[in-house]
């Protein structure tokens, strides 16, 4: 009964290629995130989505496209991977306005 | 815009000490501010939030967190500090309407020694 689930955990990839990462919510949230979580620890809002719908979009590379099939999923894949691009990825959920954000385990991504 | 910066990124106590860890923040509208820690190798995990009710705000595993709009501030305190606390904090600000995204600190390491 997890609430924020997110697959693979880990993944160890050569530049180049192309990948996915898959983000669940059970908690019935409207709103989902992607955050990039750098070896200094610093968290950065990559996207969020509403209902299905792309609400924020930061300035990340277009070689990162998110979606969203329904709103308890949004989905991360990563073209053209970069040795820059490896990092902890987090999904997240929330109930806005203003409402706690529940975070997923993460997703350790390593760019060879 | 909102902003939050988070002085310190390293703080180091005793075990059993008190524990602050400084936030402050800017934000054009009343905010909703958030302290979250981080154990390693886990996602992040919500210890307190204030969202306009009481300024002193209590949280899980004996955190507390007070608001202070004059200094624009909501330092995080504990006053007996465990080696169990020894993670990263977060201090995040997001406003009240629709639309107004996190926005998160730099984070704080803490290192609780024996």
């Known amino acids: 009964d997890t609430a924020v689930s997110q697959t693979p955990k880990y993944l160890v990839t050569q530049m180049g290629n192309d990948k996915s990462i898959k983000c669940e919510q059970n908690?019935?949230?409207?709103?989902m995130y992607w955050y990039k979580q750098d070896s200094k620890k610093f968290l950065k809002i990559m996207f969020s989505?509403?209902?299905?719908?792309?609400?924020i979009n930061e300035t990340v590379p277009n070689r990162f496209s998110p979606k969203s099939p329904d709103k308890a999923h949004l989905n991360l894949h990563i073209n053209s991977l970069e040795l820059g691009d490896s990092a902890v990825y987090f999904c997240a959920s929330s109930q806005p306005p203003g409402g706690v954000q529940y975070f997923g385990p993460g997703t350790r991504l390593l760019v060879l | 815009a909102q902003s939050v910066t988070q002085l310190g990124s390293h703080v180091s106590v005793s075990e059993g000490a008190l524990v602050l860890l400084r936030c402050n923040y800017s934000?054009?509208?009343?905010?909703?501010l958030f302290w979250y820690v981080q154990y390693p190798n886990q996602g992040l995990q919500l210890l307190l939030k204030y969202t306009s009710a009481a300024t002193l705000v209590k949280g899980i595993n004996g955190f507390e967190a007070e608001f202070k709009k004059s200094e624009t501030s909501f330092h995080l305190t504990k006053p007996s500090a465990h080696m169990s606390d020894a993670a990263e904090y977060f201090c995040?600000?997001?406003?009240?309407?629709?639309?107004?995204?996190?926005?998160f600190g730099p984070g704080t390491r803490l290192s609780v020694l024996p």
């Open positions: 908690l019935g949230h409207d709103t």
């Open positions: 934000s054009s509208v009343p905010p909703y």
């Open positions: 995040a600000v997001s406003g009240p309407s629709y639309g107004q995204n996190f926005v």
């Open positions: 989505y509403n209902n299905k719908e792309l609400i």
